[in-house]
Nanobody, 121 residues
Framework: QVQLVESGGGLVQPGGSLRLSCAAS????????MTWYRQAPEKQRELVAR???????NYKDSVKGRFTISRDNAKNTVYLQMNSLKPDDTAVYYC???????????????WGQGTQVTVSS
């Protein structure tokens, strides 16, 4: 009933920038927190940045000052602007959203399929 579709990943040189987008679609009544996670090879998935419906944000320490999360509630879309990228940022980036569907009485989590970000010279 709800789909999250990420875009914007790719290959970038160290110091470069990328902007990820995640658009939610379906029978959506409201979206609470929207979050970007990432998972590097042989590592656990980790939270990168989160934004609430009221636009409060929090970030993983290693990306503070380099990444910015934002959202457009009218478009049900969350963005992640990534600047000054480092090789350690290489990972699959996943979008996560807590969604209430139309007629629903509770919020449920949904995941996107992931988008690869590779930082390499």
């Amino acid at each position: 009933q709800v789909q999250l579709v990420e875009s914007g990943g790719g290959l970038v040189q160290p110091g470069g920038s990328l902007r990820l987008s995640c658009a939610a679609s379906g029978n959506i009544f409201s979206i609470n927190a929207m979050t970007w996670y990432r998972q590097a090879p042989e590592k656990q998935r980790e939270l990168v940045a989160r934004i609430t419906s009221g636009h409060s944000t929090n970030y993983k320490d290693s990306v503070k000052g380099r990444f910015t999360i934002s959202r457009d509630n009218a478009k049900n879309t969350v963005y992640l602007q990534m600047n000054s990228l480092k090789p350690d940022d290489t990972a699959v980036y996943y979008c996560h959203a807590v969604v209430r569907i139309v007629g629903g009485i509770a919020d449920y989590p949904y995941w996107g399929q992931g988008t690869q970000v590779t930082v390499s010279s």
